[in-house]
């Protein structure tokens, strides 16, 4: 999962980078507000960490940008502001939760967990794909009618995706951002994705042509 992290107090910037690195995130740390927006557009990303007063666009403005491009990655606030005008202000820009600061980096984890469920996740920490499927997101297992089907890590990667993206075509690009965060080739992604298929019943993820690949539900 990769977060962006907004955030222009050079300390704490690195106090949560490297924290959420430890918990296996990747973590793009920005302290402009302008950088921050035009890299959500250059990157894929799971969740904004957006501090309010940076340099440029304040974290309210920058949501509020995003929100009005239909972009809705989920976003949490970080911020020293205490006043209740300051929060009604940042849910009404769109963001699904609020920390002020200072606080505990595992607290920021509760919060995190708490907001990714909330965006992917339909039922619980399952996401039902049908054909008696189901995806817990939380322990990264499937099973169909209770007997667990074992995946690889990076055919757990590449279900996440298309489960983050349902009802959406999920292109090469997409899944070599997303998964690998480098350059691989298209015949491997390709090879991995038959390997997944192979574990699903066919109707389960569908193939378009010249254009990439879909679960739809």
Not at 24 to 32: K, L, P, R, S, T
Not at 79 to 106: A, H, Q, V, W
Not at 167 to 185: K, P, R
Request: glycine letters at 6%; hydrophobic letters at 35%; a negative charge.
């Amino acid at each position: 999962m990769k977060i962006l992290l907004l955030e222009d107090e050079y300390s704490l910037r690195i106090s949560i980078e490297e924290f959420l690195t430890d918990l296996g995130y990747e973590v793009d740390g920005i302290m402009d507000g302008l950088e921050a927006y035009d890299t959500v557009y250059d990157k894929s990303y799971d969740l904004l960490l957006l501090d309010v007063n940076v340099p440029s666009l304040n974290g309210f403005e920058l949501l509020k940008k995003l929100r009005s491009d239909d972009i809705m990655i989920p976003a949490i606030f970080l911020t020293s502001m205490t006043d209740m005008n300051d929060l009604k202000e940042g849910y009404k820009r769109g963001c699904c939760d609020y920390i002020r600061k200072p606080f505990d980096l595992e607290e920021l984890e509760l919060r995190i967990d708490q907001a990714i469920a909330s965006h992917l996740k339909n039922d619980g920490n399952t996401v039902e794909l049908g054909c008696g499927l189901l995806y817990d997101l939380k322990k990264s297992k499937l099973t169909q009618d209770d007997e667990e089907i074992v995946l690889r890590k990076t055919e757990k990667d590449l279900l996440e995706v298309l489960i983050k993206h349902k009802n959406s075509i999920v292109s090469t690009q997409m899944f070599q951002d997303e998964v690998w965060g480098e350059y691989v080739e298209p015949a491997t992604i390709r090879v991995q994705l038959n390997n997944l298929k192979k574990k699903l019943p066919d109707t389960i993820i569908q193939n378009r042509r010249g254009l990439g690949y879909i679960v739809e539900r």
